[in-house]
C-alpha cells in the first residue's frame, strides 16, 4: 500500500470518528489506530543557532503528520548541554517513544544513550549530526564538500592576496563530528595556498567565544598582516564581524547555515559567502525514516544511498546531501527561491539600498 494511501485511509479514519461513526465492536479504525503507535522523540541541541527552531522543527514535525496524520512527537532541545541531552533520552523512552531523531550536542557523550536506546528496541536516527553508537540511520550534507566550497570561496575572494598576507581560521566546536569535517575539508582546498596565521576551534559554536578569537588574532598578527578570515558558520561569522567592524577592518569572511542576518552582512560586504543547506529535504528524509521505522518498516535503498562509518566505528545506513554556495549576486535563486526568507524579511530599510543594488528590489 502506498503512503499516499495510507495517508487518505487515516484522514477517513478520522473523519468518521469526528462524525461519531465506530465499528460496531467499539474498536478503533485500523488506520487510526497505527497512527496512534507512531510515537517519535525528537532532540535538537541548541537554539543559538536559529536554524532549528525556526526551520528544523516544523519542518520534522509537519512531516510526521503528513505520513503519519495523529502521530506523536516529544520535542526536547538540550541548550548546548550534553548531560541535559542524555537525561531527555531517557525520558523519551520512559515515555514510550520508538524512535528518536537526534541531533547531538556532544557525538561522543551521547553513546550510552544510544545504547541504551538500541537495547531498549528504539530506532535511532541521526539528524545533521553523527552520533556514535549504534546509530539506525543518518542524514545530513556532505560536510566536508562544505569545507572544500568554503575553502574556495575563500581563495577566490582573496585573489592576489592569497599568498601577501594570513588567514585566521574558526572552526566550529570540537564535540560536534561536523565541525572537524567542515575543517579537513577546508584544509584540503586551503593548504599550500594561503599562510594560516591562526586557527581555533570555538566550544559551542559560541559567537562570543569567536569575537574573542578574532580580537586576539587582530592583536597577536597586526590587522595588516590579515587578509581573510575561514568562519565555519555564520554564528561564528556574526561574533568575527563585529571584531573586525571594531578593528576597522574589512576583509573576506565565510559562513554557513544562511541565517537572515549572514545573507543580510553578505549584502553590506562584510561578509563574503555563506553556505545553504536546505533545510527542508534534510528535515523531511529524517520524518520519512523514522515514519518508516515506527511502522517496523525497513528504509528502501533510495533513502539511504550511502554508508557512513561513525567515530565509534559503526557502519550507518545515510543519506547526505548537496550543499550550495551564497553570495550576493544569487540571494534571490537560492534562499529566497527556496522559500527561507522573504525579500520583505532580508531587505528592511537599513539593507534597503543594499538590496536595491543587488536586484533584490
Known sequence: MTRTLRAAIALAGTAALSLGVVATSGALPQSAAKAQEVKIGLLLPESKTTRYEKFDRPYIEAKIQELAPGAHVDYYNAAESPTTQQQQVNTALAKGDKVLILDAVDAKSIQSSVEKAHAAGVKVVAYDRLAQGPVD?????????????????????????AGSGEIVMHNGSPTDPNAGEFKAGAHSVLDGKVKIGKEYDTPNWDPNNANQQMSGAISALGKDKIVGVYSANDGLAA??????????????????????????????????ITIQKPYKPEADIAATMAVDFAEGKSLPADLVPVTKTSGSGQKVPSNLLKPVVVNKGNIKDTVVKDGMYTVQEICTPTYAAACKQAGLT
Open 137 to 161: 540511520s543518518y542524514v545530513s550534507y556532505d560536510n566536508r564538500e562544505v569545507g572544500r566550497l568554503q575553502g574556495k570561496a575563500l581563495l577566490d575572494a582573496l585573489g592576489s592576496k
Open 239 to 272: 561574533g568575527i564581524s563585529t571584531a573586525l567592524k571594531a578593528a576597522g577592518m574589512n576583509v573576506p569572511l565565510t559562513g554557513q547555515d544562511a541565517q537572515l542576518d549572514a545573507i543580510q552582512r553578505i549584502l553590506i560586504g562584510t561578509q563574503t
